[in-house]
């Protein structure tokens, strides 16, 4: 689904605030998002937009380079896990400023801790569903569910992030790195 657009204008306005340049997105679908970040970074700052599909994302394009920032967004159709490792390959842990991670529940764990070594200190991953309707409260059988409840509980313990799980949308956690 698409994000909630108080989700998305609080993510680029946390973005602006911290003088992001580089965003990795982490589920694009229709681009509302990646358009909102774009929008909100320098001339040369660039958003790496994760997804496994186009269809979606093409609907976002049009608007893209209406906006005039289609210069700042380099999506990347393929998993995501490979982009993550592509980056971290490529020497750019510690370079990005902002991550969205609003993609497969089952992988949010590991997409989380790959932002994580991208981001630099002071950096934000924000992360999308972590209320997931209300079942991870009482967490089914459900992989999904399963999932966000661990990655749940998991930052909730982390030291290297301070974090506000907030009541937007679906439920928005935001982990600072320290």
Request: charged share 25%; net charge negative; aromatic share 8%.
């Amino acid at each position: 689904m698409m994000v909630a657009c108080e989700q998305s204008q609080l993510m680029a306005n946390l973005a602006k605030l911290i003088k992001a340049k580089k965003v990795i997105e982490i589920g694009v679908y229709t681009g509302y998002n990646l358009l909102n970040m774009a929008l909100v970074l320098p001339e040369d700052g660039k958003v790496v937009g994760c997804d496994i599909s186009e269809d979606y994302a093409n609907i976002g394009r049009p608007y893209w380079k209406e906006a005039e920032v289609e210069h700042k967004i380099d999506l990347r159709i393929k998993p995501a896990l490979e982009t993550l490792d592509e980056l971290l390959k490529a020497g750019e842990a510690g370079t990005f400023d902002f991550a969205f991670i609003d993609a497969d529940k089952i992988n949010y764990s590991e997409y989380y801790e790959k932002c994580l070594q991208l981001l630099r200190k002071g950096g934000i991953i924000a992360l999308d569903n972590v209320l997931w309707g209300k079942r991870v409260l009482n967490p089914v059988k459900d992989p999904s569910t399963q999932s966000i409840h661990q990655l749940n509980e998991r930052i909730f313990r982390d030291t290297r992030v301070n974090i506000s799980m907030l009541t937007v949308g679906d439920g928005l956690t935001l982990a600072f790195k320290l």
